[in-house]
């Protein structure tokens, strides 16, 4: 009955029984914790990298909660693999974005009053000591907003390596963004100072567009050693460990970045998938708990439709920002207004979207800057699939009309396509328009034409460029090889033709 214990006699031989299995039970699990409290992983990702084969960052970082700064000591462990001679090396240094409301990509108008309800809080880099292999070096910044930070090195032969050491103070802007603080909650997306990539016979400098990411990295190995002051707890792209000084210890391979949170007041809840360690982080028990079911259910969808997922862990974190997430290496940022009662919906789409792009950002890298929709629309696309995985093809077809359909009807003014890059967007909701639904409507269209339908072919691009980087033209050269026909009339249509 309701509100009364009910207690059932159980036979002797039964007890006994019982007994036994349940401390074999309370065995295996103290020997699981150990495991893992000695770093233990439950789960290795297939296809990774060999150990030595990709650059390395370990990185001292140490929280100053009274004034919003984080210490950084960086040493990056770096090989050219360019093919040619390098006299120069850029890191992104993200955070000087922030520096004025000119450049800070958190000053766009339609989310500055929810980025800044303060008003205006900068950020940004102080340099302290630039070495290359024990030796200071000399360094500038190379583009406007000073996200660029050349290095001059001397000549460094294909083939070879060395260590940039970089040790500065981060000043966190009091913002609601993905880079930011508010009250003792810190989101630190895009804080470590990354190598750009170098391509085309250049390192990339983009600037920090207010639409759209515009991160471009090759896979690394990051060590993470992190201090906090008491009563914090720490999350990011690789589920951490305290050791027995209280220090945070992470350690992720095979990622393009290395994103954490920290606050002293989440509520938390703990599961599996298929051996991935899943976390989810709200200010609510119940608010982690439908995150944590919704992060399951996603991770099993995908991994049955696009092959293995690439890291041990996959965590999900409310954070306080005008959008409805943001995806790093195996960690999602979420909006906290996802986790209202009724917008449970929202949500579950949310973390679908977000976890696909472990694959389709974080497994295979893309040209986020220049081509969006190779990631962006990749990932609309295996949202809707996962619902119609779940929900079925009613489901399916309804969350298509709004997502996919309705954007293919809006007279969208000017020459924006899928295909056009970040920086000719003005605002929010035409890009989701374009590059997300309008994007997704080629993946749907595939689907007809490939005889094992689209998830297979995505399924297959996943590994053949995995813990790599796919260009435009290498996209567009395993899809015809794939398909086995000339698809390009097919992409120019949906992707840079002008409904």
């Avoid at 074999?24 to 150990?34: D, E, K, R, W, Y």
């Amino acid at each position: 009955m309701p509100g009364k214990r009910c207690i059932i006699p159980v036979p002797r031989a039964r007890a006994v029984f019982l007994i036994l299995a349940l401390t074999a039970m309370l065995i295996g699990a103290g020997v699981f914790l150990f495991m893992r409290g000695r770093g233990e992983k439950t789960y290795v990702p297939p296809n990774l990298p060999d150990e030595g084969s990709l650059d390395r960052y370990d990185l001292v970082l140490r929280l100053n909660d009274g004034d919003h700064t984080v210490s950084i000591t960086e040493t990056i462990r770096f090989t050219n693999r360019t093919g040619q001679t390098l006299s120069t090396i850029v890191l992104r240094t993200w955070l000087n974005a922030f520096s004025s409301e000119e450049t800070s990509p958190a000053a766009l108008e339609a989310i500055y009053d929810a980025c800044y309800p303060n008003g205006f809080s900068p950020g940004g880099l102080t340099i302290f000591d630039v070495n290359w292999q024990g030796a200071p070096v000399p360094w500038e910044y190379g583009n406007a907003d000073k996200t660029a930070l050349s290095l001059a090195i001397p000549p460094l032969q294909d083939g070879e390596s060395g260590e940039i050491y970089l040790r500065c103070v981060a000043a966190i802007p009091n913002c609601a963004y993905r880079l930011g603080y508010v009250g003792q909650d810190y989101q630190l997306g895009n804080l470590i100072p990354l190598l750009s990539r170098y391509e085309n016979g250049a390192w990339r400098t983009d600037l920090y567009s207010p639409i759209g990411d515009p991160f471009v990295s090759d896979c690394a190995d990051f060590d993470v050693s992190l201090y906090l002051p008491q009563g914090f707890a720490a999350c990011g792209s690789a589920v951490p460990e305290q050791d027995a000084s209280g220090v945070w210890r992470f350690h992720i391979r095979g990622a393009r970045d290395f994103c954490f949170c920290l606050s002293p007041a989440w509520e938390t809840a703990r599961g599996a998938a298929g051996g991935v360690t899943v976390t989810a982080h709200a200010g609510t028990k119940a608010g982690a708990k439908r995150a944590l079911d919704d992060g399951i259910r996603a991770l099993e969808t995908l991994n049955r439709l696009y092959g293995p997922y690439p890291y041990p862990s996959l965590t999900l974190c409310c954070v306080d920002f005008p959008f409805s997430g943001m995806e790093y290496p195996g960690l999602c940022m979420l909006g906290e207004p996802l986790f209202a009662q009724d917008k449970a919906d929202t949500l579950e789409l949310t973390v679908a979207h977000e976890t696909a792009h472990q694959w389709f950002y974080g497994l295979v890298g893309s040209d986020q800057a220049n081509a969006p929709w190779q990631d962006e629309a990749l990932c609309e696309y295996a949202m809707l699939r996962y619902v119609k995985e779940r929900y079925g093809q009613g489901s399916f077809e309804t969350l298509k009309f709004y997502r996919v359909d309705s954007p293919m009807r809006e007279n969208i003014p000017g020459s924006l396509t899928p295909g056009s890059p970040i920086d000719y967007f003005s605002d929010l909701e035409t890009y989701r328009t374009v590059v997300y639904g309008r994007g997704a409507a080629l993946l749907l269209a595939l689907d007809d034409l490939l005889p094992e339908g689209t998830d297979a072919f995505l399924k297959a691009y996943a590994a053949r460029f995995s813990y790599g980087y796919a260009s435009r033209e290498q996209f567009e050269a395993f899809l015809n090889q794939y398909a086995g026909m000339d698809l390009r009339p097919l992409l120019l249509d949906y992707v840079d033709t002008v409904l």
